[in-house]
């Protein structure tokens, strides 16, 4: 190798120690800590795989996730190209409103949901007022309510992995397929939209991995089916169990990676579609 | 020169002096720890010259006290183990066994108040409450058969996200007597007994609440009619205007224990601070005042008025009309029944 690459990868050395000693050793202890309860047993690999309600929890995890990271793309997707159709001062500012919310607590964001979706909250409040309903609705304590709640948390990390992306785009080439011929919403769809889709990818990558690990907020504001396997995994550490809660761990690491594989692939071939 | 680096010096070794007389206390937080630190921390301080830290404690209290241990760092003198986390602690070897010639040189407490790795600081319940003006004209809850009949009381319910005291209500609704409860929860049938009772109240629970504030926060708001709660949190939605009624017909009867981490720096202070809490009736008597969770102090009761004494969840006549809560069956048997709980939620 040439002596200055080997120089340059050098610098990457600092963050590969700290990844190794503050993700890779955690990682690969909670996996030991799976079979090794103390002694080695796949007891609670078993108990997780044949415990029918671990993979009931699991696909209700995994669907939470996927509908909440698909959708952050299909409403984040437009927000990020109106910012970056707007001048840069006004950019700047825009990104500034995306961004507060997501400097703040997400239990204090699950808790200001629950004031808006009460009985008496805020919602039911104006819908009486307006004389659209007579008695309050259940909006609160139901499926529709994790997914808003989620959906508004994590819409700002999405918006940001499109926005980065579409800042990217050299606009000469939306110019180039304009002259070449192109309708002005070919060149979108046919230039524009595929070049940024590797960022929204990764956005949807981002906030379905996100997504996996919620708890709080389905505990606070879902009702009794919207039980996700972080809830599972707190249960277990409440009672000291560690082995069964590093078992549901690895399985949601295995089915997380899984599915990112997934999303990475079929992104892929949807861009190649779109050109 | 010199004369600064003296009054440094002196400075640094008070310092380290300071630092070592400091005392962490883990506690609950909210109205509880406020309490604490009003009744008991002032007079410790005063008494000992010696300064209590104390932390809120959190959702894996354990986990955080079992990482402590295994690293050998414990930076923790004094813990509430309250809802059955001391049989677990204990099994797992995390606390300090206690010394009964510090605390009870006299042998006064007694013998339910007293076990090796923990004291008993406090009895408090978890109750049904109702929200009067929610009742139907002249009606008054008065068990867990009432709370059940959803045509005598209608209107929505809550209930605790996890299976213990609930199973407990639901047999007790199903006409299980007291004593019989844990009987028939050891068996798989009992179990399943208690959650088909329990089934019948599914669409009237719009949601199961996850911890003490927000039961209550469910009353105040209306979101719920009726709900379990904390009985120490019941005099606050009171005093919120809502008209809160305790039923301690069938409720559960907890003693709430305090203990010394293993490996604390400051065992023999931790004993001090435990004498104080569990043992000085006049500064328990103080701390009834904001919270209704009574210790066994000798001569707690003496001299307090009739109302103070029926508002208290061990009192003669209410702990009559309760069931005590076994932590060791729970500790015991909470893997099988909380994975079948979770099942019956999903359902």
């Known amino acids: 190798m040439n002596p200055w690459k080997l120089k340059e990868s050098l610098l990457l050395l600092p963050a590969l120690l700290l990844l190794c000693a503050f993700f890779l050793v955690p990682n690969l202890d909670v996996v030991r800590s799976s079979v090794f309860d103390p ?88 819908l009486i007022q ?43 080439l939306i110019r180039a397929a304009r002259i070449a011929g192109a309708r002005p919403s070919e060149a979108l769809r046919r230039v524009f939209l595929p070049l940024s889709m590797d960022g929204t990818i990764t956005g949807v990558v981002i906030v379905f991995m996100l997504s996996m690990g919620f708890f709080i ?12 396997l972080g809830n599972l995994v707190m249960q277990h550490v409440q009672q000291l169990n560690w082995g069964l809660a590093a078992a549901i761990a690895v399985f949601m690491l295995a089915a997380t990676l899984a599915v990112v594989i997934l999303i990475k692939w079929l992104g892929r071939g949807l861009t190649r579609l779109m050109v | 020169m010199a004369g600064v680096l003296a009054v440094l010096a002196v400075a640094a070794s008070m310092q380290v002096l300071a630092s070592d007389k400091v005392l962490n206390v883990v506690w609950s937080g909210g109205t509880a720890g406020e309490a604490e630190r009003k009744v008991f921390v002032p007079e410790f301080e005063k008494k000992t010259g010696a300064k209590v830290e ?4 959190e959702l894996a209290l354990l986990a955080q006290l079992e990482s402590m241990v295994k690293v050998g760092d414990t930076h923790w003198d004094v813990a509430e183990l309250a809802g059955g986390k001391l049989e677990i602690a204990a099994e797992k070897g995390l606390l300090e066994p206690l010394d009964y010639s510090l605390i009870d040189p006299e042998n006064k407490l007694p013998d339910m108040a007293r076990s090796k790795y923990g004291v008993v600081w406090g009895t408090y319940s978890t109750v049904l409450v109702q929200n009067t003006s929610k009742n139907p004209k002249g009606a008054v809850m008065k068990s867990w058969k009432d709370f ?5 009381f209608p209107g929505p319910r809550s209930l605790r996200a996890w299976p213990q005291e609930n199973l407990e209500y639901a047999l007790l609704a199903d006409d299980v007597p007291k004593a019989d409860i844990y009987k028939v929860l050891a068996t798989k049938e009992g ?28 009353l105040a708001d209306g979101e719920v009619f009726y709900s379990t709660t904390f009985n120490g949190r019941v005099s606050k939605l009171v005093s919120d205007g809502i008209p809160a ?51 066994f102090a000798p001569g707690l009761l003496d ?21 005590v809560s076994n932590t060791q069956f729970w500790k015991d048997n909470i893997d099988r029944i909380q994975e079948r709980w979770n099942e019956w939620m999903l359902e």
């Open chain 2, 148 to 152: 059940w009949n959803v045509k005598a």
């Open chain 2, 191 to 218: 179990v399943e007994r208690a959650l088909k009772k329990l089934g019948e109240l599914k669409p009237y629970i719009p949601v199961w609440w996850e911890n003490g504030a927000q039961s209550v926060q469910l």
């Open chain 2, 54 to 57: 104390m932390k809120a404690s």
């Open chain 1, 217 to 228: 907020t389905p505990a606070l504001i879902g009702g009794r089916r919207n039980l996700m």
């Open chain 1, 39 to 126: 002694d080695f047993t796949t007891r609670n690999l078993e108990r997780v795989l044949t415990a029918p309600v671990y993979f009931r929890v699991f696909l209700n995890t995994i669907q939470i996730s996927l509908v909440v990271a698909l959708l952050g793309a299909v409403i984040g997707y437009p927000v990020a190209y109106f910012i970056n159709a707007q001048p840069r001062h006004i950019q700047f500012r825009l990104l500034l409103l995306v961004l507060i919310p997501l400097w703040m607590s997400i239990l204090i964001r699950s808790y200001s949901w629950m004031m808006l979706l009460g009985r008496d909250g805020v919602v039911n409040a104006l």
């Open chain 2, 303 to 323: 001299g307090l008025p009739k109302e103070t004494i029926d508002s208290l969840p061990a009192s003669p006549e209410n702990s009559e009309l309760q069931f």
């Open chain 1, 130 to 172: 307006l004389s659209v309903i007579e008695s309050p609705l259940r909006l609160l304590y139901t499926s529709g309510a994790v997914y808003v709640a989620m959906l508004q948390i994590l819409l700002p990390v999405q918006i940001i992995a499109s926005y980065s992306a579409m800042t990217e785009i050299d606009m000469d």
């Open chain 2, 245 to 295: 009624q305790i039923v301690w017909n069938g409720g559960a009867l907890h003693l709430a224990y305090m203990g010394i981490p293993k490996g604390s720096k400051n065992v023999a202070l931790a004993h001090e601070y435990i004498k104080l809490r569990v043992m000085r009736p006049d500064l328990g008597r103080d701390y009834l005042k904001y919270m209704p969770y009574p210790s």
